[in-house]
């Protein structure tokens, strides 16, 4: 079966352990994953195989024990052409267990060499036959690294459309003169689950005088005192292409500012709303009425149950295909404001036009990759529909983009340019992320009188140099 590569191929089986040195490989038996990447070829010269040992206590992680994180973890390396997850065998459907990152010992690299060394049979049988062409292949161990050092399942959904997902509480390990740990909240879809769908910062508040506990950053240790509760800050953006996404409303500051001074709070609307940190921080830290359309309604109940965000009068929700949604939108805007005869084009709180979209949509078929904004979105009638929900004269299309290749960045980027007066690029640092703003005219702001306040506001909230990284395209 393993003498040939077969593209996208994934074979789990169970093999007795043939390891002494059971430091981390502990079962009786254990579990093999052999993954073959989208892109194999049988007729290689020579593929690149490579093994890996799943991490101790991470064996319950989508990441490690659904499908769909095997093709994810694959596509994390794109040279290899069959990778080899080794891992414990547990018992049917385990409960997801409490993760604590291992820590690092003396004895660490030395116990791991061990193990690989006693698994070097086993991979070696698992070799597709051209790697023997000239001898015995050399064997290749990966080690999977992140900041994780402690994750909690807080509670589990099943959405009607997204499928399942978790709501969990981390500790991570940031590389920062400022802290070296951080407490965050993380949405995650199953579909997706090396893909982060939204963070929030997270703070323990003393439950009886909801006093922050400044000095105590260990959330095992926080867990266990039950006279602590946990807090989210809506105030900050954790996301790091949330950022930039804001710093996009700098293209129509004098706009925004104009209106806001004449009493008309601007309108955002939120293709895409998560956990809700993006609608939560444009309503409350600038001033917006946001309408959000969202696919699932699972997704929303757990926002406001675990996320912080409260739709109150001035936030409006929409669930909803959020694509279809705004198709349906413009075909109404075709007909006119006022004909009312056909229900399938009639959309609450779409009538009005938006000073800025935000578009912060993946696609729900990531087989090949993450792809944001969805494959769908990238098509002349879809963009349309984005230029006529925006003001006719100021408004702005800001997206988080994520290209599953560089043909579908330039198609992206040429659809906005046809439809849009400019478009611009600022870079998300440290991600895959790019953010992508296009205009409905020339870029109103400047530190003139017109837009200071609104700008002033802006500054405060965003990184300082984030709009130096800006480009048009």
């Keep these: 079966m393993f003498e040939t590569l077969k593209p996208s191929r994934i074979v789990k089986c169970t093999t007795p352990n043939p390891v002494n040195h059971r430091c981390y490989l502990r079962t009786p038996w254990i579990c093999v994953v052999v993954l073959d990447s989208p892109v194999a070829v049988a007729a290689d010269d020579i593929p690149k195989i490579a093994a890996m040992i799943v991490p101790d206590q991470r064996e319950t992680d989508w990441t490690f024990c659904s499908d769909s994180g095997h093709r994810q973890l694959l596509l994390d390396y794109p040279n290899i052409s069959r990778l080899i997850l080794i891992g414990n065998d547990l018992p049917p459907n385990p409960p997801p267990c409490i993760y604590t990152r291992p820590p690092d010992t003396d004895t660490a690299d030395v116990d791991r060499k061990k193990l690989e060394d006693e698994l070097q049979s086993l991979v070696m049988s698992l070799h597709p036959k051209v790697c023997f062409q000239n001898g015995l292949p050399k064997i290749r161990f990966l080690t999977y690294e992140d900041d994780l050092l402690y994750r909690v399942i807080v509670t589990t959904f099943v ?23 951080k407490l965050r909240r993380n949405l ?68 925004l500012n104009k209106r806001i001074r004449q009493g008309f709070p601007p309108r955002a609307l939120c293709l895409g709303v998560g956990g809700g940190a993006l609608l939560t921080f444009l309503n409350t830290q600038m001033g917006f009425e946001v309408v959000g359309v969202e696919i699932d309604e699972a997704v929303l109940s757990a926002a406001k149950q675990f996320f912080g965000f409260n739709n109150g009068n001035s936030i409006q929700l929409i669930v909803g295909d959020a694509i279809q949604l705004i198709q349906n939108s413009a075909m109404r805007q075709k007909k006119g404001a006022t004909d009312d005869s056909d229900p399938e084009v009639k959309i609450d709180g779409l009538d009005a036009k938006f000073d800025v979209v935000m578009v912060d949509l993946d696609s729900s078929e990531p087989r090949y990759g993450i792809c944001a904004p969805p494959l769908e979105f990238v098509k002349k009638s879809v963009i349309q529909a984005v230029r006529l929900l925006l003001d006719d004269d100021h408004g702005v299309c800001i997206i988080n983009v994520v290209p599953v290749n560089d043909l579908f960045y330039k198609t992206l980027v040429q659809e906005l340019k046809d439809a849009f007066h400019s478009v611009h690029e600022i870079d998300v640092e440290d991600e895959d992320n790019v953010v992508l703003v296009a205009t409905v005219s020339e870029p109103t702001s400047s530190m003139d009188e017109d837009a200071a306040a609104f700008l002033e506001k802006l500054m405060y909230e965003i990184p300082e140099g984030l709009l130096e990284s800006v480009v048009e395209l």
């Design 159 to 181: 959405g009607p459309v997204v499928g399942e997902f978790v709501v969990e509480d981390v500790l991570m390990e940031v590389h920062d003169d400022s802290v070296d740990k």
């Design 188 to 255: 995650r879809f199953k579909r997706t689950p090396n893909l982060i769908q939204s963070q929030v910062h997270l703070y323990p508040v003393m439950a009886d005088d909801g006093k922050v506990v400044a000095d105590v950053i260990n959330l095992e240790y926080l867990k266990k005192m039950k006279n602590v509760k946990f807090q989210i800050d809506t105030t900050i953006l954790v996301h790091a292409y949330l950022a930039p996404m804001v710093s996009g409303l700098f293209f129509i500051g004098s706009h």
